[in-house]
């Protein structure tokens, strides 16, 4: 734990060292307040009003590789969007998309899916039974016993199966599309079978 706590502090550097914490600046202020939340989420509602098509009107996707976004901590959401932007993360579509977005409007998108209520995902139930150790020795430390995640760790309870192997398997592979030195070392030793364990696990919580 000593030597995550360390790693722990890289995202944050990286982050400051290329000047761009517009976004979560403003989504700290738009979570100060209650009414200042309230609003920000009516407005994120209009502003994701193309998002809705992949990840669902009320942010639960109905599409294996598409990830669902109600519940998900909105910080989390507000850095996916800014490493989407800034090339880090790769997705062709997804990229092009997030650019066109105004700091704004991205706080405001990550709150109003944030508030949304997810529902449970569809898994596999034996090969959720023999996920979860695996989840409890390696994952819960960081994503927390339920896997809900922090506010800048990912909640994973409920997510889409397709989604999470692809995502796993990604971090592990150091593929490029998406690069984490947290997740690619919890996940080097895993096999195929056991990332399809976990991502059963995880799709059955919520
Ligand atoms: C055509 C379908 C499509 C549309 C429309 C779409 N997305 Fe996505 N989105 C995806 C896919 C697929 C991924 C997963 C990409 C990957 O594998 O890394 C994704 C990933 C994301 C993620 C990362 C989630 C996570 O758990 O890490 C965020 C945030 C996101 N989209 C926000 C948005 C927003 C905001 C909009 C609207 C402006 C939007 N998306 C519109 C398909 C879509
Ligand atoms: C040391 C802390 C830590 C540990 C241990 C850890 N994670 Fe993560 N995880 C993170 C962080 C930080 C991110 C966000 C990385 C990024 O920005 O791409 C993440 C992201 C993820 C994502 C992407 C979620 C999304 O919505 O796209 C998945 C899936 C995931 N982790 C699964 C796991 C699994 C399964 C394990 C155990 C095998 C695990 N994690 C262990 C810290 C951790």
Do not use: W
Not at 62 to 82: D, K
Not at 170 to 185: K, T, V
């Amino acid at each position: 734990m000593v030597r995550y706590a360390v790693l722990l502090l890289l995202p944050a550097m990286s982050a400051t060292a290329v000047a761009q914490p517009g976004a979560l600046d403003r989504l700290r202020a738009m979570q100060a307040t209650p009414a200042a939340s309230r609003a920000a989420i009516a407005q994120g509602k209009q502003a994701a009003f193309f998002c809705v098509n992949c990840h669902g009107e009320d942010g639960n996707s109905h599409i294996p590789e598409v990830p669902s976004l109600a519940g998900q901590n909105p910080a989390y959401l507000v850095e996916q969007m800014r490493k989407f932007g800034s090339g880090e993360r790769r997705d062709q579509f997804m990229q092009g998309l997030i650019k066109v977005l105004k700091d704004e409007e991205r706080a405001q998108i990550a709150l109003y899916y944030g508030a949304g209520k997810p529902q449970p995902g569809t898994a596999n139930a034996a090969l959720a039974a023999r996920g979860k150790g695996k989840f409890e020795q390696i994952c819960a430390a960081c994503h927390g016993p339920q896997a809900h995640g922090s506010d800048t760790i990912p909640r994973l309870a409920g997510q889409k199966v397709a989604y999470l192997e692809i995502s796993i398997t990604r971090y592990r592979n150091r593929s490029g599309e998406r690069n984490d030195p947290l997740m690619a070392a919890a996940t080097a030793k895993l096999s195929k079978n056991e990332i399809s364990a976990l991502a059963n696990y995880l799709a059955s919580l919520n």
